[in-house]
């Protein structure tokens, strides 16, 4: 604490301290400060002529704000009680400063690691700048990540984006759980322009059910798919809600080899189809502890034709709508899904909509039409608990679930195709960062099916 007089002399009255001195104001022959020398923040005040420091309040949770009171020899304040900060008014009657019962954790780390002063050696390095050449420097890999898509497909990808954030490279394999396979994966973005510009290759297998007289079968095959696509995304905000539109166009080629079960008449190569989206999406805010946004709507339309290859006649129009509602207690979510896909020519058998629950593992009885999917989840507890470094435990939560497929001719709404329930926790292991999801989910199938219980493993992750 320093004073200056009228002829601008100073005076140091308190040398440099860790008190954190705050509001000093004259009273009197002193000066009345704001410190914590008994380990509580109270009021002292110092004499300017011998700089003696005197206590001026004992109080038990803190003292703030000294004022001296008009034309008397009292001081009012804020004095902080258990009900919050309270005016109080004292005499003005200098004591003895209690024990000071502050503790400086910082100490023995000084001692060790304040050896020196870092002024002593001050770098003088000089840097140079010259031009950042974009092409020499597309690629900075920068990590390895796991990637799971859904239940059914999780793998490793590398991962790379230049300097500016306007070149990003993948290289990756994924495993599909429910084929017993392996797809193999590269790609790149060009975020430089606008539209987003998106390159993908992908060596991966595939899975269909079709028509024939003696029922409907399963064929496999594995496909080299090239896709190029040009995106134009908008995000729009107002106070808590968000609409984003987003817009694509891409096309592919597609080469299909090694094929399984399938008939003569199966398409081995795929040239350029076009396919066009248009994405909705509408959201409210949520809570930390919220399953899913109270209130949300999202719409996705698809459509893909064959307009360069006339040998190849197919469409496919798919429509995916999703409503979600707050549920009957706090934090609970549901969740309304209808989806619609007509398809025709080569097209006839793809999937482009979302499915039941082990749709995988259900041998189908017709062309996949529709599906309605309703979802109820709610959390059980939030235990907040560790397993020593190996895991913490954030919460666990459960889900119902009724699926529809084909509705109105293969089930109505009082025989679902599938349904049951499911058990999840979050949690974060060996204290890394990335939220980890993983629990079970157990698959009862409509009896006309034949099929036992599913029961699926669920591994997620998210940061």
């Known amino acids: ?269 795929l040239i350029f189809p076009m396919e066009y989206n248009f994405t909705f999406n509408h959201s409210t805010a949520q809570a930390a502890r919220d399953i899913a946004p109270k209130w949300a709507q999202i719409l996705r339309i698809s459509y893909m034709h064959q307009p360069f290859d006339d040998n190849l006649a197919g469409r496919l129009f798919a429509v995916e709508g999703f409503l979600y509602f707050p549920g009957l207690l706090k934090n609970h979510s549901f969740l309304a899904n209808f989806n619609y896909q007509n398809t025709s020519g080569i097209r006839l058998y793809d999937q482009e909509i979302n499915t039941v629950y082990g749709y995988s593992n259900i041998r189908a009885k017709s062309v996949l039409r529709n599906t309605l999917l309703f979802n109820y989840r709610f959390p059980i507890v939030f235990p907040d608990a560790e397993i020593g470094p190996l895991a913490y435990i954030r919460n666990l939560r459960a889900g119902m679930f009724c699926h529809y497929e084909n509705i109105g001719t293969e089930t109505n709404l009082a025989e679902p195709k599938t349904f049951g329930f499911e058990l999840r926790s979050s949690m974060n292991l060996l204290r890394y960062q990335p939220i980890v999801d993983v629990g079970a989910r157990c698959v009862f199938v409509n009896k006309v099916y034949n099929q036992n219980p599913i029961l699926e493993l669920i591994l997620n992750y998210s940061f």
């Open 1 to 269: 604490m320093w004073v200056t007089d009228k002829g601008e002399k100073t005076e140091q009255l308190i040398k440099e301290t860790q008190q954190q001195i705050s509001r000093p104001i004259y009273i009197n022959r002193g000066i009345a400060f704001n410190a914590h020398y008994d380990g509580i923040d109270n009021i002292y005040s110092i004499d300017t002529i011998s700089k003696k420091i005197s206590a001026l309040s004992a109080s038990k949770y803190g003292a703030f704000n000294p004022t001296q009171a008009d034309s008397t020899a009292s001081v009012i304040f804020n004095n902080y009680t258990l009900s919050g900060y309270g005016i109080s008014e004292m005499p003005l009657q200098p004591k003895q400063p209690g024990d000071n019962n502050f503790v400086y954790f910082g100490s023995a780390i000084q001692k060790q690691e304040n050896t020196t002063n870092v002024f002593d050696n001050i770098p003088d390095s000089s840097y140079s700048s010259k031009p950042y050449r974009a092409l020499t420097n597309l690629f900075n890999v920068h990590s390895i990540i796991p990637v799971i898509e859904n239940e059914y497909r999780g793998g490793l990808q590398l991962n790379s984006d230049n300097l500016l954030n306007t070149f990003g490279f993948f290289a990756g394999v994924d495993y599909y759980r429910d084929l017993k396979k392996f797809e193999y994966n590269a790609g790149f973005t060009l975020k430089s322009f606008y539209p987003i510009i998106r390159a993908t290759y992908r060596n991966r297998p595939r899975r269909t059910f079709y028509n024939t007289k003696s029922g409907v079968l399963q064929g496999d095959w594995r496909e080299n798919n090239i896709q190029l696509q040009a995106s134009v995304p908008i995000s729009l905000n107002a106070l808590n809600e968000t609409y984003n539109f987003s817009f694509n166009a891409l096309t592919s080629y597609t080469q299909r080899y090694q094929p399984e079960n399938l008939p003569k008449n199966f398409i081995s190569k």
